[in-house]
């Protein structure tokens, strides 16, 4: 009967390490699924810190423009005002020549950017 028994015994060991087995190769095969997306949204997280850093450098851009639009007066961007003086003759143009020309539009959208934005992301 001990040999039954132990047979009985054995053989209930080999049903639960063939079930540990096959959960293991489930859990090996899951983990293997995850490991996949967790490199897809490290690849998705560097695209957008690129797009982040491409809006940043866009951002600045606009600012920098703006300002440099700010020592224009209303009257800079009257009609005919810059050409009053102008000469007609063919010399190379010069730093008069140069003053002379219209000055840049003025952006046509105005992108307000705080520091407290930054915080907040």
Known sequence: M???KDI?????ELD?????????EAMRSQLDGLAKEV???????????QVMRNWDSI???ISQASLSLLQYSEGDYEVG???QNSNDSNE??????EAKQPPLPETLVR???DDDQEDKG
């Open 8 to 12: 009985i015994a054995k053989q209930k």
């Open 39 to 49: 490199v897809g949204m490290h690849e998705n997280a560097e695209s957008v810190a």
């Open 59 to 61: 951002i600045r851009s």
């Open 16 to 24: 639960a390490l063939k079930k540990i087995n096959s959960l293991t």
């Open 111 to 113: 992108v307000k950017v």
């Open 92 to 97: 190379s143009h010069s730093a008069e020549d």
């Open 2 to 4: 001990t040999l039954e």
């Open 81 to 83: 005002v810059w050409g």
